[in-house]
């Protein structure tokens, strides 16, 4: 059964730094997109970041700067550090993945599986 798991999630006062795990099972991340959304309270979700099959990374301009997204595959999981954490960060964190058809440099439109989501909040 194809499972991403998000991990890492917590409470961070401004300027702290937290790192999201996305964990897949059932399949390897090595030829996937896979892209981190956030969904802040009563706002509609949102794409934050994206790694492509080609390796590519892409960031929405409030994270560019203060997020970085990775993979790892020997753990088979893209991590999302991020660091200078605002309050506006505040959101439930998902990530997405499909498998491109090509090359693709760009973060995909439509997506396959998604996980559950990981709760992030700023506290001052």
């Known amino acids: 059964q194809l499972q991403l798991v998000e991990s890492g999630g917590g409470l961070v006062q401004p300027g702290g730094s937290l790192r999201l795990s996305c964990a897949a099972s059932?399949?390897?991340?090595?030829?996937?997109?896979i892209t981190w959304f956030r969904q802040a309270p009563e706002q509609e979700r949102k794409e934050i970041s994206c790694?492509?099959?080609?390796?590519?990374?892409n960031y929405a301009d409030p994270v560019k700067g203060r997020f970085t997204i990775s993979r790892d595959s020997a753990k088979n999981t893209v991590s999302l550090q991020m660091n200078l954490l605002k309050l506006e960060d505040t959101a439930v964190y998902y990530c997405a993945e499909v498998k491109p058809s090509r090359p693709r440099q760009s973060c995909p439109l439509e997506y396959n599986y998604w996980g559950q989501g990981t709760q992030i909040t700023g506290s001052s």
């Open positions: 059932g399949f390897s991340l090595d030829d996937y997109a």
């Open positions: 790694i492509t099959n080609i390796g590519s990374t």
